[in-house]
C-alpha cells in the first residue's frame, strides 16, 4: 500500500496492438519483407541512442568520410537513408552549403527538418525509396551511405537497385562511400543474447541469430518500459557483407577505383551492446561513365483542372448550390496554381458540354487534375462517373480510379475491407432500406447514425448521437429524410477518444509523404453538444461547432507508427492514388479505430488536407504541387517499359 493507504495505480490498458508474442524458436520466421518501413521511430533513437545520438561519434566518423573523400566546400553531396540528419547536419556546420539527406522514416526525416531550422541551417530533406531516387542523372559529386544503412532490403538484387541509382545520380567520376557492418566479423562475434538499461525508465532485451542461409543477421527487440511493460516486440534482418563481397558488387555494378578505406570502431557511453554497429568497414568507389545527354528544353505542362458545375444545384450544399463561399474557395485555388510557374492550367466546369471539351483539348493537355469532387452534373453519387469518363477519353488524370471512389463510398464496405486486414473498426449494425419496423439495437449506447452512402458529412449532425432508443428512431428518420428513403443506414457505437485525421501525398510504397496527424480541438464547444466533426462544423459557419480548431495530434509512437502502417495499407488496397485522407477515432483504451477512407478528399484551403500539410511545412500551393507531381511520377512510371532481361 501507498502512503494515505491509497492502493497503487495500476497501469492503463495497452492498445490491442501491443502485445510481446513470447519466446520464438526461430527469429528468422518473425522477419516482414519490409520490416525497415515501421522500426526506425522514436524506439530506434531510443536503443540505439548512445551511439546515433551521440554528437561526438558523428563528429569522429565525418572526419573519417571527409579524410577518404576530400570533397571542396562546394560538393553536392547526398546523405542517402540519412535517418535523422545527423551526417548531413554536421556537415552543414562544417560549411558545406550543398548537402542533402533522403530517407525512407517519416519520423526521422521530420526530426531532420526540425533540427535543421532550429540550427537556422538551409538543407533540403526529403522522403524516398533509396531504390527509385527522385533526383535527375548527373546531380551530385558525392553520396555517402553512412551509419550501416546499406543491406536491409530482402534479396541481393534491391541493394543491386540501390547502387544502380547512387551510379545514375553521381556526376561522371563521382564518388559513393558506404558504411557498412563487417559481416564476416559479425557471423562470428555476434551476440545471441543480451539485455541493457536504456535510462532509469526503459531497457531492452535482444536476440540475435543467423538466417537459414547464414547471409542476413537477425536480430529481435523486445523495448521495456518499467511500468508500462513491453513498448515494442520487433524484429528485423540485414544482410551480412564483407570487404571482398561489397567490393564484388560495387564492381558487378559497374564501379570503379574501389577501394577498402579501413575498419570503422564505435564506442558507446553506455559500454552496451553495439549489435551491428561494433565493427564496420568504409569502401569507396568512382563512377566512370558519360555524362547523361543533355536535356531537351522543358515546356511549360498544360493541366486540365477538372471541377463541379457552379451552374447547377447541389444537393449536398446547404444553399442547394454555388456560394460566395464556394466562389472564394475556388478564387484561392486559382491563386494557389498561379504561383506554380511550370505550369499551364486551363479550367472545365461546365458540364453539359464536358465531353466535348475534353475531347476538342486531348491533345494539348498533359493530365486532368480532377477535382470534381461534387460529382458529374454536381450529383454526389457520380463522382465515380468523372474518372470513368477520363479512362474512356484516355485522359491520365489525378487521384483515385472509379473502382476506388466506388469502394470508399461505401462506409460498410470499407469497414469490411478494414477488418478483415486487421484494422480496427468501431462495433456497428448495417439498416437495411426495407427495415422500416423497430430497430432492435445491437451495440450498446451511445451510438451514432451515419448515411451508408456518402461523403461530406451529409446527414451527420449533433442529432445523429443518440443515448437512448427514442432519440434513435428520430435520428433514423433524419438520416432516411436526408440521404434518401431506399438508401442504407450504419449505426455505430459512438468513440468519444481523440478524433484523428492522417493525409498521404504520394504513391505507396515508391514516393509518398505522410502528413502530420491532427486531432479536432473541442475545447471551445458547449458541453453538452456531443464532440463530432459532422456537417455543421463543415458547412454551417454560425454554428456552434464552427469554434472546432484542428491541431496537430499529441499520440504516443506507437499509436502514430501503427495509424500511419495501416493507412498505408488501406491506401494500397482500396486502389487510391496520389493523394487521400483518413479518418480515426480513439476507443477508450486508446486503440484507433477507423472511421472512412477519403479518395479524392476536399482539396480547398481551408480544409483537413491543407491543414495537414501546413503543419508538415507545405503552404497551400506547396500542396498541389506536391499532388501534382504524384500524379506526373504514377504517370510516368506507368508509361515505362522495362528493358528486356530487368
Known sequence: MAKNNRPLASPPPKPDWLQSIGPVKNLE?????????????????????????????????????????????????????????????????????????????????????ATARKEGQHITFREGDARKLHFAPDTFDYVFMAGNSFGYFESVQDDVHVLGEIQRVLKPFGKILIDIADGEYLREHYEPRSWEWIDRNYFVCRERSLSADRERLVSREVICHVRNGVVADQFYAERLYSAESICEMLKRVGYAEIAVGGDLFTDSQRKQDLGMMAKRILVTAAVRKEPAPARKPSYTKTVAVLLGDHRKQDKVKPSGGFDEDDFHTIDELKRGLMKLKDYHFIYFDRHDTLVADLQKNKQKVNYVLNLCDEGFNNFATQELHVPALLDLLEIPYSGGAPQCLAYCYDKSLVRGIAAEMDIPVPKAFFIKPEDTSFIELLIPFPVIVKPNFGDSSLGITQNSVCYDIRALEKALLAVRETAGYDKPVLVEEFLTGKDLTLGIIGNPPESYSTLQIIEEDYGELPEDLPKICGYEAKWDPGSPYACIRSVPAELPEEAARFLEASCLKLFERLGCRDYARFDWRLDQKGTPRLLEVNPNPGWCWDGHLAKMAKYSGLEYDRMLESILKAVEERIARAQTVEPAGS
Open 29 to 113: 520466421s518473425y522477419v516482414r519483407a519490409d520490416w525497415w518501413r515501421q522500426i526506425f521511430n522514436a524506439n530506434y533513437l531510443r536503443t540505439d541512442g548512445d551511439v546515433v545520438e551521440d554528437a561526438g561519434i558523428t563528429r569522429a566518423e565525418v572526419d573519417e568520410f571527409l579524410k577518404l573523400l576530400e570533397p571542396d566546400k562546394a560538393s553536392a553531396i547526398l546523405d542517402l537513408c540519412c535517418g535523422q540528419g545527423r551526417h548531413t547536419l554536421e556537415l552543414a556546420r562544417r560549411g558545406y552549403e550543398n548537402v542533402y539527406g533522403l530517407d525512407r522514416s517519416h519520423y526521422l526525416v521530420t526530426r531532420a527538418r
